[in-house]
């Protein structure tokens, strides 16, 4: 089994796409505007990505990491319950917890999450 730093690292560039029902979980004023505008999904990938250095409206630092400890604070945890939520949780988790605590964990030996 391919380590979850490979498996990201080689989907570096697609998108991650979440339902309005994830996005609810995350920023449930954000999902509203979606379910508005008629909004089905979105590409979390920006979002998530840690060189963005603020979040849209909507979403917090507060939000994202009471999400994370939400879903076990763990890139393993997250990606069991997101699975069949977010088209691809490997790499949303991983995403998110680059956001939350930053990338070192992925230059990290012998540390699996």
């Excluded at 989907?11 to 004023?29: D, G, R, T």
């Excluded at 939000?63 to 994370?68: A, D, G, I, M, N």
């Amino acid at each position: 089994m391919k380590k979850i730093a490979e498996i990201i690292s080689s989907k570096v560039s697609n998108p991650i796409w979440a339902s309005v029902e994830a996005v609810e979980l995350i920023c449930p004023e954000c999902a509203e505007r979606m379910r508005k505008l008629g909004v089905k999904r979105i590409n979390v990938r920006p979002i998530l990505s840690a060189k963005w250095e603020t979040l849209p409206r909507g979403w917090t630092k507060k939000s994202l990491e009471s999400f994370w400890e939400g879903v076990g604070g763990s890139v393993t945890k997250c990606i069991e319950k997101m699975e069949g939520v977010v088209d691809d949780p490997g790499a949303f988790c991983a995403a998110l917890k680059d956001r939350v605590e930053g990338t070192e964990w992925r230059h990290e030996k012998r540390k699996r999450d």
